[in-house]
């Protein structure tokens, strides 16, 4: 992206980013905002990504104050709750399933930009397994989780995703992603991509303050290219993609394996494809 104007061109394939529209939200107690705050949001001509332009220009305490205090208030209080969580219980039986299968190794696992960790703590009480997880702004001190320092982070075989990429304000961050993926590895993801990002401020996942970037099943395939991923899989239950990278071992077997999971429980749990699974196509 254009360093000189941050929000001038896209950072997913750096075509011209045009005016798209705008929506209020209203404050919330511990808000940095003591008023209602108005967010302009940009939309890239050739590839549809949809990005805050209003939050990719604040300042970098600012933007970490609202993601404290919009983390701590909304999702630790489900009164105030106002979006569903990441399909958590799903989101382990997948992984867990892959990682029987050879496709995945929660052995070699990062779950980045995990909050209060809260799947590494479903993962470990209904299926024994321990992962690795990383969060820039929250920490649960009050548990026993695995959290990895910001120095001491490295490459993994498998990095989990659920809850970031609706939330950068710039290509860096995406790059801080996918450099943890090894050269072999898996990048799974969790968040909404759709043929067109809807034009209305009222559309539920712009509900969340922090959500800042609105992926298009263009742009998630142009940044798969970009960084050597080759195919995908995706599960509806789980609401998640699994991207492998082009030099993993198992590619060949994913259309076999996919095809024996969905046979075996009866149900299209996974859909796969050579390169990205545009599954979302009704918006």
Same mark, same amino acid.
């Given at each position: 992206?254009?360093?000189?104007?941050?929000? !001038?061109?896209?950072?997913?394939?750096? &075509?011209?980013?045009?005016?798209?529209?705008?929506?209020?939200?209203?404050?919330?107690?511990? !808000?940095?905002?003591? =008023?209602?705050?108005?967010?302009?949001?940009?939309?890239?001509?050739?590839?549809?990504?949809?990005?805050?332009?209003?939050?990719?220009?604040?300042?970098?305490?600012?933007?970490?104050?609202?993601? #404290? &205090? /919009?983390?701590?208030?909304?999702?630790?209080?489900?009164?105030? $709750?106002?979006?569903?969580?990441?399909?958590?219980?799903?989101?382990?039986?997948?992984?867990?399933?892959? @990682?029987?299968?050879?496709?995945?190794?929660?052995?070699?696992?990062? =779950?980045?930009?995990?909050?209060?960790?809260?799947?590494?703590?479903?993962? &470990?009480?209904?299926?024994?397994?321990?992962?690795?997880?990383?969060?820039?702004?929250?920490?649960?001190?009050?548990?026993?989780?695995?959290?990895?320092?910001?120095?001491?982070?490295?490459?993994?075989?498998?990095?989990?995703?659920?809850?970031?990429?609706?939330?950068?304000?710039? +290509?860096? &961050?995406?790059?801080?992603?996918?450099?943890?993926?090894?050269?072999?590895?898996?990048?799974?993801?969790?968040?909404? #991509?759709?043929?067109? #990002?809807?034009?209305?401020?009222? /559309?539920?996942?712009?509900?969340?303050?922090?959500?800042?970037?609105?992926?298009?099943? $263009?742009?998630?395939?142009?940044?798969?290219?970009?960084?050597?991923?080759?195919? !995908?899989?995706?599960?509806?239950?789980?609401?998640? /993609?699994?991207?492998?990278?082009?030099?993993?071992?198992?590619?060949?077997?994913?259309?076999?394996?996919? $095809? =024996?999971?969905?046979?075996?429980?009866?149900? +299209?749990?996974?859909? @796969?494809?050579?390169?990205?699974? =545009?599954? /979302?196509?009704?918006?």
């Amino acid at each position: 992206m254009n360093p000189g104007n941050p929000t !001038s061109h896209c950072p997913i394939c750096e &075509s011209t980013l045009e005016y798209y529209f705008s929506k209020t939200y209203p404050t919330y107690p511990g !808000s940095p905002f003591q =008023d209602a705050k108005t967010i302009d949001y940009v939309k890239c001509g050739h590839c549809g990504f949809v990005m805050s332009k209003t939050h990719a220009e604040m300042e970098p305490e600012e933007w970490a104050a609202l993601n #404290v &205090s /919009w983390h701590h208030h909304f999702e630790r209080n489900i009164e105030q $709750r106002i979006t569903n969580q990441p399909p958590y219980a799903d989101q382990s039986l997948a992984l867990s399933m892959l @990682d029987k299968a050879g496709l995945v190794d929660l052995d070699d696992c990062l =779950d980045y930009a995990a909050g209060y960790g809260t799947m590494a703590k479903f993962m &470990s009480k209904y299926f024994g397994r321990s992962i690795q997880i990383f969060d820039r702004y929250v920490v649960d001190e009050q548990s026993a989780l695995r959290y990895v320092d910001a120095a001491n982070l490295g490459k993994y075989r498998l990095v989990v995703n659920s809850a970031m990429f609706e939330h950068v304000l710039n +290509r860096e &961050s995406l790059e801080e992603v996918n450099d943890l993926v090894a050269d072999n590895g898996v990048l799974m993801l969790h968040t909404v #991509v759709c043929e067109t #990002v809807p034009k209305n401020p009222d /559309w539920f996942y712009l509900a969340p303050m922090v959500h800042t970037a609105f992926h298009t099943n $263009r742009s998630m395939n142009i940044l798969m290219e970009q960084w050597g991923y080759s195919h !995908s899989m995706y599960s509806p239950q789980a609401k998640s /993609w699994f991207l492998f990278k082009k030099d993993h071992p198992g590619i060949g077997r994913i259309p076999a394996l996919v $095809r =024996d999971i969905n046979r075996e429980i009866q149900t +299209r749990y996974f859909f @796969d494809k050579p390169g990205f699974v =545009d599954y /979302w196509k009704g918006f």
